[in-house]
Structures are given as structure tokens and as C-alpha cells.
């Protein structure tokens, strides 16, 4: 009997090197197979006596059942072992951090107009919102703004379908057309209340215009200091008697505020706009920082054309005012040191997420 102990030892023996089903399956085949050894023996028992066939048939019944007894058991192990690695795979880490829910914040433009709308709105300026697509009219001409005037090329200015030769639409190159929009409705509501109904320019009493109008503006043009779509804010008091001293003191006031910095001296230089006069830009300069010693431009500025005083409906021999307008997404790269416009407007979450 010592072949068939041999044999299934054998067996186990290449059954345990099997590691894989397939593996296994080919030893399996050359022991219990049809052409395995095991019925080779068996064909080999057609020789042999009634007698012996029973001894020797119940030998090879009891090595053919070690043998599938050792194949189960190595099919159960590979089957374990497989499974082990499928759980180790797919193994969850619980200690592993959750995915959050990221926590949005506002754009630091947003937080910039907030703080000029705080500081204003704490010196009695109301906030007006307009339309960006204007007319002609409000963005232009209101603001004597000459019919040649190279601001009005299609080469610096978008103009938009649905207006007419006459009445052309555009997106707002400024928010100077907010000085006219908001100052004729003020002159519309005190010329009623006082009773008024005539339709020349009007020089009764009404409280002062103080108002900022920020919003989106858009221009033909695009670097790194400038974007197609940026912001402006125009500031606008209109009385009886408003001076430049006044615009120089609520601007230096206003930018003190802003930069929280009151060694930041302001410097007006004088410029033309078509819709004031005189005119001048307005540059600040820090006493320390990165920035210190620098002029930088802020703002246009200036005291409001008699032309647009009359646009307004008012009368330039009583009313007087200044106006400004100012760059938000310049001041925000100012308190923050940015020196690329575009990064506020690419929306890359790792440069906005900064500024929570
Ligand atoms: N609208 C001007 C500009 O866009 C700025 C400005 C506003 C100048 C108000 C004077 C008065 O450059």
C-alpha cells in the first residue's frame, strides 16, 4: 500500500503548492483527473482476482478520499486567503478625517465694497445700485461726454444688441452714470414734495445728494493690472455748497478709514474728465509697509460739470457738488498685497479661501 501512500502525499504535497484556484484545479486534474493517477490505478485493478479487487478497491477508495479531503481543505484556504485580500483592499479607514463641507466666505472685493459701504454709509452716504447695461445717454452724454470722444469707440466700450442708432446700449465703461440716475430721481421726489410742478431746472430747496454707487463695470481691455469686467464705486454729494476742501476731507477721511492708517497722506493732481471741472486724480501714499514712499492712483475725482449739474434737472447757479470714482478691486490688491488682477476673478478656491 505504500504506492498509494505515496501518491497522496504527493497529492497534498502539490496541492499545498498550488496558490492560485486555477493552480489547484491542474494538480487536482493530474490525481483525480481521467487520466490521473488515481484512475490509472484503477484501471490497473482489471487484472487482478475477485478478492483482491475488494482489498485493493477499498485501499484506493479510502486514498481517493484523502486526497479530495486534502483538495477541499486547500480550496477553503486559497478561498480564505482571497477573501482576506479583497478585505484588506477595500478596508475603510474609520479613523481617517470625514469629508467636511467646505464653509463659503465672501470674495474679497465683496468684503472690500462692504467696508467703503460701511464707512460712507457712517458719514450719512446712502448706496444706489443701477443697471450695467445703460444707454448711451447715462453712460455718455448726460455726462457731457463729446459724440467724438475716443472712450465711445467700439475699440474701448462693449456695446450690446437691442439698442438703436440713436439710443445705442453698451455695458457701463464707469458707475458715473449713477450720478445722473440717482440725482434725477432726488430732484424728481423734492420738486414734487415741494409742490413743483414746472420742467425747467430746478432751484428750490432739497436736502443734499450724498450717495456711493458701486458695481460691476466693463471695458475693453485686459493685463494684469486691468480686467475686462472690474469694479467701481463712485461717490456723489451734491449742495449748495460743496467744495473740493469737502471732497479732500471725506476722501482723506475715507481712505485713512479703509487702510487703517493715519499717516496716509493723499495727493490730488490734476486731470481732465469730461464730466468735471476741475478735475483731478486722487493718489494715496503709506507712511510704512511694502508700499511706503509710493504714489498710487485711487481715484478719479472732481467737481461736478455745470452741464451735468443740469442733466441732473438742477440748476448750476445754486447747486454744486463733487463727484469720485474709485477702483474697489485696487484697493482690495492694496490692503492685501495682490499684484494680479486676475486672480481675483480665475475662482481658484486655494488664493479666495485666504481671505476668510
Ligand atoms: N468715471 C471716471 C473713470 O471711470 C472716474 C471719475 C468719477 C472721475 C467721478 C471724476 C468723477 O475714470
Redesign the pocket.
Known amino acids: 500500500m505504500t504506492d498509494l501512500n505515496d501518491i497522496v502525499s504527493a497529492a497534498s504535497t502539490a496541492f499545498a503548492q498550488a496558490n492560485t484556484p486555477a493552480d489547484l484545479e491542474n494538480a487536482k486534474a493530474l490525481f483525480l483527473g481521467k487520466s490521473g493517477r488515481m484512475t490509472e490505478l484503477m484501471k490497473g485493478m482489471v487484472a487482478l482476482s475477485v478478492e483482491e479487487k475488494k482489498s485493493r478497491g477499498a485501499a484506493i477508495n479510502v486514498a481517493k478520499q484523502s486526497i479530495e479531503a486534502a483538495l477541499t481543505h486547500r480550496r477553503q484556504a486559497l478561498a480564505d486567503a482571497e477573501l482576506q485580500l479583497q478585505l484588506q483592499a477595500e478596508a475603510l479607514d474609520v479613523t481617517l478625517p470625514g469629508r467636511q463641507r467646505g464653509a463659503g466666505g465672501l470674495h474679497p472685493v465683496s468684503l472690500t465694497l462692504e467696508r467703503i459701504e460701511a464707512i460712507f454709509g457712517s458719514m450719512g452716504f446712502d448706496v444706489a445700485q443701477g443697471p450695467e447695461i445703460e444707454t448711451d445717454w447715462f453712460n455718455f452724454t448726460a455726462l457731457n461726454t463729446p459724440e467724438d470722444h475716443p472712450a465711445r469707440s467700439m475699440h474701448d466700450t462693449f456695446y450690446v444688441e437691442g439698442g438703436t442708432d440713436k439710443a445705442p446700449l453698451l455695458l457701463r465703461?464707469?458707475?458715473?452714470p449713477m450720478q445722473i440716475r440717482y440725482a434725477v430721481q432726488h430732484v424728481k421726489k423734492y420738486r414734487a414734495a415741494a409742490g413743483d410742478a414746472s420742467e425747467g431746472l430746478f432751484a428750490g430747496d432739497m436736502p443734499e445728494i450724498r450717495v456711493i454707487a458701486p458695481g460691476r463695470t466693463y471695458r475693453v481691455d485686459s493685463d494684469a493690472t486691468h480686467s475686462p469686467m472690474f469694479h467701481?464705486c463712485?461717490g456723489l454729494w451734491v449742495g449748495e455748497n460743496v467744495s473740493f476742501k469737502d471732497l479732500k476731507f471725506v476722501f482723506t477721511d475715507f481712505c485713512r478709514t479703509f487702510f487703517e492708517s493715519d499717516d496716509l497722506v493723499l495727493r490730488f493732481r490734476p486731470s481732465f474728465?469730461p464730466?468735471?471741472e476741475p478735475?483731478a486724480e486722487i493718489d494715496i501714499q503709506f507712511a510704512s509697509g511694502p508700499l511706503a514712499g509710493r504714489w498710487l492712483e485711487v481715484?478719479?475725482?472732481?467737481q461736478v460739470h455745470p452741464n451735468v449739474i443740469r442733466n441732473m434737472g438742477l440748476d448750476p447757479e445754486k447747486y454744486i457738488g463733487f463727484?469720485?470714482?474709485m477702483g474697489p478691486d485696487r484697493l482690495t490688491m492694496l490692503r492685501y498685497g495682490v499684484n494680479d488682477l486676475r486672480l481675483f476673478f480665475d475662482g481658484d478656491i486655494r488664493f479666495l479661501s485666504q481671505f476668510q
Open positions: 465703461t464707469h458707475t458715473s467701481q463712485e474728465f464730466f468735471t478735475s481715484a478719479g475725482s472732481g463727484a469720485f470714482g
